[in-house]
């Protein structure tokens, strides 16, 4: 999950902007393990519920690792930007389709979800092309929170009914901060990106340096 709670048009970058580099390795990591997960998962091989939350579980763990080295090795680029969040809706959309196909999740809470995702990458996509990086907010963080606490739920609750309740109840909080935080993405890209120009507008009449 990406870090950071505000949108910012320069944000601090490493002295070395390395595309490729331990942090975004990790990222590269966690999209690979998707098709394995949809796979073991799909598959139904004997106990591929148990292996295909071993398998969640490790890319989640890869989205903390990628942060916390990025963090500490100051190597937080614009490659890690644009690509973490990716994929982690890669891997979530990944895990939901499975469990619609699975009968676990009701297709349309899945639909919703996938809608939301689609949304804000759109957004996301267009504000980097005008030079401005949405960064994740508390909302974004806690909604992928909730996603990987539901889906580990719904997933373990094949063989241990007793958690079907818990995962449910998880699945609707995903819902609510879904659409919370896709309300969120939608307000700062119009302040940051369709408002800005705006903003900058009565500056064009000012006299002011040559270009």
Do not use: C
């Amino acid at each position: 999950m990406t870090v950071g709670e505000a949108s910012t048009i320069s944000p601090p970058l490493s002295p070395r902007d390395r595309s490729f580099n331990l942090p975004n390795a990790l990222t590269v990591l966690r999209i690979f393990l998707v098709p394995l997960l949809v796979v073991v998962l799909l598959t139904r091989i004997e106990g591929h519920v148990y292996f295909g939350a071993g398998i969640f579980a490790l890319a989640v763990l890869t989205d903390y690792l990628d942060g916390f080295f990025a963090r500490r090795r100051n190597e937080v680029t614009r490659l890690g930007i644009l690509l973490d969040p990716l994929a982690d809706k890669l891997l979530t959309a990944a895990a939901f389709l499975s469990l619609v196909e699975m009968g676990v999740v009701p297709a349309w809470v899945v639909m919703i979800v996938l809608a939301r995702e689609l949304a804000v990458t759109g957004l996301r996509n267009l504000a980097a092309g005008r030079g401005v990086l949405i960064r994740a907010s508390g909302l974004g963080k806690a909604k992928m929170a909730a996603q990987v606490a539901a889906i580990l739920l719904l997933l373990l609750s094949r063989p241990m009914p007793a958690l079907r309740v818990p995962g449910l109840v998880a699945l609707v909080v995903v819902g609510a901060v879904t659409l919370l935080s896709g309300a969120d993405y939608f307000l700062r890209f119009w302040k940051d990106v369709v408002r800005a120009p705006a903003r900058a507008d009565p500056g064009k009449d000012a006299p002011g340096p040559a270009r």
